[in-house]
């Protein structure tokens, strides 16, 4: 890695959000329509969490290399995978400490938006808009069946789906599904999402570096 990167400094600087995988890259894509639209953003997939630092290392390289004149802020949006502790093997100071001692100044910072336990837990949020997919019969339907949202997660939908006689998968092919729920209203009632993107409009056009302080 080059010691000395040449960036931009009177432009914007470039969100790159780090996504977990096929699913949460659709999903994220939406959260960058309806909420950061108006920022300077990008969205790669890490296609999963297997060696995470060493993918989130990769990506913010790589990223580095072919965009030379600009300015980043890194976004690892992953999934805990429980209700409780952190994701697994992800280490932010790890991440951190590579990129400081690598001299990379075209980072400005990075953060993580982590969603407990999964990214399914988050479309809990929206029980309504998941029960109206499903087209089940207002009189079958129980909205304060999944509450909280994050005690439940992929296998919970995924049976929710079979009685219901439709098929949960993983992947581009929940697209349809996750493009119909209530984005607004997930993000409205989901902590640790709504915080993510305030985090993400705060610094949108923040040019201070917080790694390499001046």
């Avoid at 790589?62 to 093997?89: A, F, T």
């Avoid at 075209?106 to 997919?133: C, P, R």
């Amino acid at each position: 890695m080059a010691k000395e990167e040449q960036v931009n400094l009177s432009k914007k600087p470039i969100s790159l959000l780090l996504v977990e995988g096929d699913t949460d890259e659709i999903f994220y894509q939406q959260i960058k329509n309806s909420f950061i639209k108006e920022c300077r953003a990008t969205i790669q997939n890490l296609q999963g969490l297997f060696n995470v630092n060493k993918k989130v290392i990769n990506s913010i390289v790589n990223y580095v290399q072919k965009h030379k004149d600009e300015q980043i802020r890194v976004y690892c949006c992953l999934d805990r995978e429980s209700r409780y502790g952190q994701v697994p093997e992800y280490d932010i100071n790890k991440i951190k400490k590579y990129v400081k001692d690598e001299n990379i100044r075209a980072i400005l910072s990075i953060n993580s938006v982590i969603a407990t336990q999964q990214i399914e837990s988050w479309f809990f949020y929206d029980i309504d808009g998941i029960y109206k997919f499903l087209k089940v019969p207002a009189t079958k339907r129980n909205s304060k069946a999944f509450r909280p949202p994050e005690k439940f997660g992929y296998k919970h939908l995924q049976r929710l789906f079979e009685r219901y006689k439709r098929t949960y998968t993983k992947g581009k092919k929940a697209g349809y599904f996750i493009n119909q729920l209530d984005i607004n209203k997930i993000a409205s009632n989901c902590k640790e999402l709504r915080e993510g993107i305030e985090l993400l409009q705060s610094q949108a056009n923040d040019l201070t570096n917080h790694l390499f302080p001046a």
